[in-house]
């Protein structure tokens, strides 16, 4: 499964949008790009999910470049709630594991 | 509905205690996942399940770790003559479909720590 690159931690000031970016130039044709998040002392949780187009649930929007080699995950309103480390992971949509990585620490300000 | 669960949520075991961990999946899902969690790392890969079998064990880091799925339901998660390198948080996640793809909804950890 491709690597992927985030920045170790961020800010973002309440109420605002939290744009997190993820590089994965080498991503394959058939690779997913997928968002967690893990709020301390939990399990992760599943976000998102992606291929090529643009996705948006009640959580958050995934933005995927044309050509696929990086993406951002926008948490449209943060909140304290939000604060958390988010990895972004890109696998074969039959794969059998996440390679989670290190992830970007995001801390949500009053 | 309930979500996964693990238990128990801590453990402590002195070097060279053998301990085992259990993971409740959700019901009805096929696959099941365990992980590795180091402190200030993400989770790493431990071994794959769908229903019984067991599929991938490619990331058990040493013949000490040994994991069982007998009835396609509850798993457990045994570690022999622990080390205090195998101090971390074991993850138990599942997924409905039987390759594992898609969503995995991840239970809340086990943290294991040997003295």
């Known amino acids: 499964d491709a690597k992927t690159t985030q920045p170790p931690s961020m800010d973002c000031a309440e109420g605002r949008a939290a744009n997190l970016p993820c590089n994965h130039s080498?991503?394959?044709?058939?690779?997913?790009v997928y968002w967690y998040r893990q709020i301390h002392s939990q399990g992760p949780q599943y976000i998102i999910h992606g291929l090529k187009n643009n996705e948006t649930n009640e959580m958050a929007s995934l933005i995927i470049t044309e050509d696929r080699k990086s993406s951002t995950l926008i948490l449209p309103h943060a909140t304290l709630r939000d604060t958390a480390v988010y990895y972004c992971i890109v696998r074969v949509f039959t794969g059998n594991q996440f390679y989670f990585g290190t992830g970007t620490s995001l801390t949500v300000i009053p | 509905g309930a979500g996964v669960s693990q238990s128990p949520r801590y453990k402590v075991a002195k070097r060279g205690q053998d301990v085992a961990l259990r993971c409740d999946p959700i019901s009805g899902h096929v696959s099941l996942f365990w992980y590795q969690q180091a402190l200030g790392q993400g989770p790493e890969f431990l071994t794959y399940?769908?229903?019984?079998?067991?599929?991938?064990k490619s990331g058990l880091p040493s013949d000490r770790f040994f994991a069982e799925r007998p009835e396609g339901s509850v798993s457990t998660l045994k570690i022999q003559r622990t080390q205090q390198e195998d101090s971390a948080v074991y993850l138990c996640?599942?997924?409905?479909?039987?390759?594992?793809?898609?969503?995995?909804?991840f239970g809340p950890g086990t943290r294991l720590t040997v003295l």
């Open positions: 996640a599942s997924s409905p479909r039987d390759r594992g793809t898609d969503t995995q909804y």
């Open positions: 399940f769908q229903n019984e079998a067991q599929l991938d």
């Open positions: 080498t991503i394959s044709g058939n690779e997913y």
